[in-house]
Structures are given as C-alpha cells and as structure tokens.
C-alpha cells in the first residue's frame, strides 16, 4: 500500500530532529535529559531516535543482559494527561498480545522518574519511511 504524501510530509516532519542513520553525532547544542539515564532500573537511554506529536523514542540497551531495545516516552507536555496515559498503556497490552513477525513486540510498561510512561519495544534497525520514499519513490 502507498503512503499518502500527508503521511510522508509527517513522517519527515518528525525525522527532521532525529540523529542520522549512519551513527553521526547528533548536535551537541540540544541536550535531552534522558540520554545518559537508567530507567526501570534497567534500560540505560543511549540515544533519541525520533520525536512524534505524543512521544519520543529512545534506544537504550539492557544494564544486565545487554539487549538493544526501543523505548517509546511520552513528552513531558503529557505528563498529567490521564487520557494519554492511558492510550499508551492500551497500546503496550494490545502490541504485546498480537505476536505476529510484523508487528513491533512490546515487552515492558513503565514510568520515569519524573512520572512520564513510557514502553519498552523490540529494536528494529532500519530506515524510516521518509527515507524509504526518498529513496524509492514512487512506491508500487
């Protein structure tokens, strides 16, 4: 199925921040509190993947066994909106009970120090679909 071009212009759009794909460093003159911290006791935060109008994506790797995960945060602007709080946690139980090799396993829930929610994802590398349609556009 193709994307719309509203689709790309917000998919782009919300790539426009993210570090590049290739490891680059990211500009040193915007600071994320998060990158750098352990949340759960367990995820250290390594680097901001991507921003979109309700969350933030993180990867972050697991302080005991190591494993690569992305962690999914609501922006501190949510921070006491109940009913966002409670759409993400329907989204970590609903991805969490498909189990199906194209959906994005989810695997933990929690909160931040600060209060905000956040879920814990499988971690996919790839491109974006920006970066897709970019490339190949059109797609069939």
């Not at 071009?5 to 759009?13: G, K, P």
């Not at 750098?36 to 901001?48: D, F, H, I, P």
């Not at 966002?84 to 498909?98: F, G, K, P, T, Y």
């Not at 909160?111 to 956040?118: S, V, Y």
């Amino acid at each position: 199925m193709r994307p719309t071009m509203a689709e790309v212009e917000n998919t782009r759009s919300q790539n426009a921040s993210c570090p590049p794909m290739d490891g680059a460093a990211v500009d040193a003159g915007r600071f994320d509190p998060l990158i750098g911290t352990v949340l759960a006791e367990r995820y250290e935060v390594v680097r901001k993947i991507g921003e979109g109008g309700m969350g933030a994506v993180y990867e972050a790797r697991h302080a005991v066994i190591g494993k690569r995960v992305a962690i999914k945060v609501l922006l501190d602007k949510f921070l006491e909106n109940q009913e966002l709080v409670a759409r993400l946690l329907q989204e970590a139980r609903l991805a969490s009970s498909i189990g199906h090799e194209n959906i994005v396993d989810v695997t933990d829930y929690g909160t931040t120090k600060d209060g905000r929610a956040f879920l814990v994802m499988e971690f996919l590398d790839g491109e974006s679909l920006a970066q897709l349609v970019l490339r190949d556009a059109p797609l069939p």
